[in-house]
């Protein structure tokens, strides 16, 4: 490896030793994430892994990739990177969970204007926490450097994921019926979406200071608030698909309840959401109040303090709740399916 140089690529903007020190530096947080099915270290041209045994012939594979948008922004301006990653493995694994699909492995791209092998370490060891958290496999990725397309500071993070599940466990949306409930999960906060809006809330572009104050009703600095990583929904959830009929879920993300909640269900229905149910963060107080922005606007773009939503028939919400929260999730009857109506109503 440390044959492979070039001077005049160096001159160019890329430096590949430093790439290959930021692969030593990171194998370390690769390897928390090993689990049955890994079959070699990174390095290699493909990340392999052996699917399991199943009991039937009809596994299926579900996938999903996502980045982090320009949450990015807020990292880069507080230089904090080693949670970036958790939020782009949560952005991913939170969506094929709504399939009943265990995530099995994730692979992260992350496009650099210049490779510091430090920050390129804080933030793989976000990646792999992430991976962690869902547990699966970190079997491989792509770091590239661009110089002259980015600056040297700056970078972007994608990933994917793929999962598994037995075909006769896909929950099909067009089983919810009127007077299924919908339970909510809690977030812990912003999560990844919404950030564009929020930057120009605060002003953040002309005010990089306000990153900095302490606000008293977070209990926190705006920054802190902000890089709090998503939370990450697998266990629970999966979960709750193994032991109770679940109809249909859904992730919380960009375009709020009113995108998401309605791809949980066939047409000819519409939810109902009941305000008081939910347990709404301070920040998105913080953010209506300073940006005067109102309350479907801030429904159609943030998660309003619920990360992920399930389906359930009513007779089983007490159940559900209660496995819910024997993993320490906050959550609650946040609303009902009705028939009549379209789209999501804030009661």
Same mark, same amino acid.
């Given at each position: 490896?440390?044959?492979?140089?070039?001077?005049?690529?160096?001159?160019?903007?890329?430096?590949?030793?430093?790439?290959?020190?930021?692969?030593?530096?990171?194998?370390?947080?690769?390897?928390?994430?090993?689990?049955?099915?890994?079959?070699?270290?990174?390095?290699?041209?493909?990340?392999?892994?052996?699917?399991?045994?199943?009991?039937?012939?009809?596994?299926?594979?579900?996938?999903?990739?996502?980045?982090?948008?320009?949450?990015?922004?807020?990292?880069?301006?507080?230089?904090?990177?080693?949670?970036?990653?958790?939020?782009?493995?949560?952005?991913?694994?939170?969506?094929?969970?709504?399939?009943?699909?265990?995530?099995?492995?994730?692979?992260?791209?992350?496009?650099?204007?210049?490779?510091?092998?430090?920050?390129?370490?804080?933030?793989?060891?976000?990646?792999?926490?992430?991976?962690?958290?869902?547990?699966?496999?970190?079997?491989?990725?792509?770091?590239?450097?661009?110089?002259?397309?980015?600056?040297?500071?700056?970078?972007?993070?994608?990933?994917?994921?793929?999962?598994?599940?037995?075909?006769?466990?896909?929950?099909?949306?067009?089983?919810?019926?009127?007077?299924?409930?919908?339970?909510?999960?809690?977030?812990?906060?912003?999560?990844?979406?919404?950030?564009?809006?929020?930057?120009?809330?605060?002003?953040?572009?002309?005010?990089? #200071? &306000?990153?900095?104050?302490?606000? %008293?009703? @977070? !209990?926190?600095?705006?920054?802190?608030?902000? +890089?709090?990583?998503?939370? $990450?929904?697998?266990?629970?959830?999966?979960?709750?698909?193994?032991?109770?009929?679940?109809?249909?879920?859904?992730?919380?993300?960009?375009?709020?309840?009113?995108? #998401? &909640?309605?791809?949980?269900?066939? %047409?000819? @229905? !519409?939810?109902?959401?009941?305000?008081?149910? +939910?347990?709404?963060?301070? $920040?998105?107080?913080?953010?209506?109040?300073?940006?005067?922005?109102?309350?479907?606007?801030?429904?159609?773009?943030?998660?309003?303090?619920?990360?992920?939503?399930?389906?359930?028939?009513?007779?089983?919400? %007490?159940?559900?709740?209660?496995?819910?929260?024997?993993?320490?999730?906050?959550?609650?009857? $946040?609303?009902?399916?009705?028939?009549?109506?379209?789209?999501?109503?804030?009661?």
């Amino acid at each position: 490896m440390n044959e492979s140089f070039s001077e005049s690529y160096k001159d160019a903007g890329v430096d590949v030793t430093s790439g290959y020190k930021a692969v030593e530096l990171i194998k370390k947080h690769v390897a928390k994430t090993k689990i049955p099915g890994v079959m070699e270290n990174i390095g290699g041209f493909g990340g392999l892994f052996a699917l399991p045994k199943y009991n039937d012939n009809e596994p299926v594979l579900v996938s999903g990739t996502d980045g982090v948008g320009t949450k990015l922004i807020i990292a880069m301006m507080m230089d904090k990177h080693d949670t970036i990653g958790i939020d782009c493995v949560a952005m991913c694994v939170n969506d094929i969970i709504c399939a009943a699909a265990k995530p099995l492995f994730f692979l992260d791209y992350i496009a650099v204007g210049k490779i510091f092998p430090q920050k390129i370490e804080q933030i793989v060891s976000g990646v792999a926490q992430g991976c962690v958290q869902a547990g699966c496999a970190l079997v491989g990725g792509e770091t590239a450097e661009h110089p002259g397309m980015m600056k040297e500071e700056e970078y972007d993070i994608a990933g994917f994921s793929v999962g598994i599940v037995e075909k006769s466990k896909i929950p099909d949306k067009n089983k919810v019926v009127s007077g299924d409930v919908i339970i909510g999960i809690f977030s812990s906060g912003v999560h990844s979406n919404g950030f564009s809006l929020t930057r120009k809330v605060f002003d953040i572009k002309n005010n990089k #200071n &306000i990153l900095e104050k302490h606000f %008293d009703e @977070l !209990g926190k600095t705006l920054g802190e608030e902000l +890089l709090i990583p998503t939370k $990450i929904y697998v266990k629970p959830v999966l979960e709750l698909f193994e032991k109770l009929p679940v109809r249909s879920a859904c992730n919380i993300t960009g375009g709020g309840f009113q995108e #998401n &909640i309605p791809r949980a269900f066939g %047409d000819n @229905l !519409g939810a109902v959401i009941n305000i008081k149910s +939910l347990e709404i963060p301070v $920040i998105f107080d913080l953010i209506s109040k300073t940006g005067n922005i109102p309350q479907r606007d801030m429904f159609n773009t943030y998660n309003m303090g619920v990360g992920m939503c399930v389906i359930t028939p009513a007779q089983n919400a %007490d159940e559900a709740l209660n496995i819910l929260r024997s993993f320490g999730e906050k959550t609650a009857v $946040i609303g009902e399916v009705k028939s009549g109506i379209t789209g999501v109503k804030l009661d």
